[in-house]
Structures are given as C-alpha cells and as structure tokens.
C-alpha cells in the first residue's frame, strides 16, 4: 500500500466513526466517507486484544496486502477496525471476508476481464 494511500491522523479517524454508520461483516467492522479528494484512503486498527505487537502487525501486512490485489475507486476515505475473532482464520478467510465486504461497500473497480 502506497504511503499516500495510508489514513494515520486520529482526527481522521475519530471524525469518520463519530461521523458515520458502520457496515459490519464477520471479523471487520467498516466506516465508509464519500469524499471530494482525487484519491483514497485505508486506515486499519488492529486493537489489544489480536495479541502482541507481532500478531497485530502481521493482521496489518496481510491487510495491506490484501487491499493491494485490487484497484479502487477514487474519492473516499476508508477504516477497518479488526475484531477478535480475526486469530482463529487464516489468510484464505481473511482474504475472502475482507474482499466480500468491500464489494458490497461498492468501492472496488470492476474490471471487464473479472467479469467472465
């Protein structure tokens, strides 16, 4: 995931769960906010309770790496925050249920040759 990509500042996150409703899916809980920027934005949260730091940080390179396989529609701001129930799937899972949800959020470009 690009560093222009990556939403850090904690306004940015408080502002967008304060602001918006969830969409909740398995393991992930999502906040979707439309915005006028040119680009997009991931933040991820991975709490305390996935583990130690290794384990987090683990969740958080798979993610990143799951959201790099696709392309995405400009203009809006988007946070992930991981549940615990994230620890008993493996990448498969994750991959599938993330790719699910952000399907059903419409924001992944549809390209013609997936289609078939």
Do not use: W
């Not at 500042?9 to 769960?17: A, E, K, L, P, T």
């Not at 993610?63 to 498969?92: H, M």
């Not at 699910?100 to 959020?105: G, I, P, Q, S, V």
């Amino acid at each position: 995931m690009k560093k222009i990509n990556i939403l850090k500042n904690s306004r940015d996150f408080d502002r967008i769960i304060k602001k918006f409703k969830p969409y909740k899916y398995k393991d992930y809980i999502i906040y979707i906010e439309r915005d006028t920027n040119d680009i997009y934005h991931f933040g991820i949260s991975v709490g305390k309770k996935i583990g130690n730091a290794v384990n987090r940080n683990k969740v958080k390179r798979q993610l990143k790496s799951i959201i790099d396989e696709k392309d995405y529609q400009n203009n809006f701001n988007c946070i992930i925050i991981v549940g615990k129930g994230i620890n008993e799937k493996n990448f498969e899972e994750r991959k599938n249920n993330l790719l699910f949800a952000l399907k059903n959020l419409n924001i992944i470009k549809e390209n013609i040759n997936e289609k078939k």
